[in-house]
């Protein structure tokens, strides 16, 4: 997939999942893509367009194994959103769906969660400060 250059248009993949799109697999797939924070991601089944990141939706989409469905992106990080979501939706037995959620929590962290231990208790806290 060749990289996109204007970031904030949308842009629009086909993709056949290998099984339907309820209960375990929906969870797994709005999972992923609410770590796309400043991603908005559109999951459509023409000609209804739904919100990705909602299981109601999703579950009310009612997707079966080998319809065409299509993924919008729209965001700095919409490839790698897209990308995310078709791998997940190509795994048949759910582990590398799991794999992507693991990887991308401890990619997607903001930095400061990452480095900055939490205080051992009040006083060492203030001590730090001051």
């Known amino acids: 997939m060749d990289l996109i ?3 904030f248009k949308p842009l629009k993949v086909p993709v056949k999942p290998k099984y339907s799109l309820t209960g375990r697999w ?3 797939f ?3 893509a609410n770590l796309f924070k400043d991603t ?3 999951l459509i089944k023409p000609p209804i367009k739904i919100n ?3 299981i109601i939706a999703i579950l009310n989409l009612y997707c079966q194994a080998g319809e065409t469905l299509f993924i ?3 965001g700095q990080r919409r490839n790698l959103a897209i990308v995310s979501l078709i791998k997940a939706l190509s795994d048949p037995t759910g582990e590398t769906a799991k794999n992507i959620l693991h990887n991308l929590k401890n990619t997607l962290k903001p ?3 990452k480095s900055t231990p939490l205080p051992l208790n009040l006083g060492n806290w203030l001590e730090m400060r001051g």
């Open 30 to 32: 709005v999972q992923i």
């Open 40 to 42: 908005k991601i559109h």
């Open 111 to 113: 930095a400061s969660q």
């Open 52 to 54: 990705a990141k909602s």
């Open 72 to 74: 919008e992106a729209q």
């Open 26 to 28: 929906a969870a797994v």
């Open 5 to 7: 250059k204007e970031p």
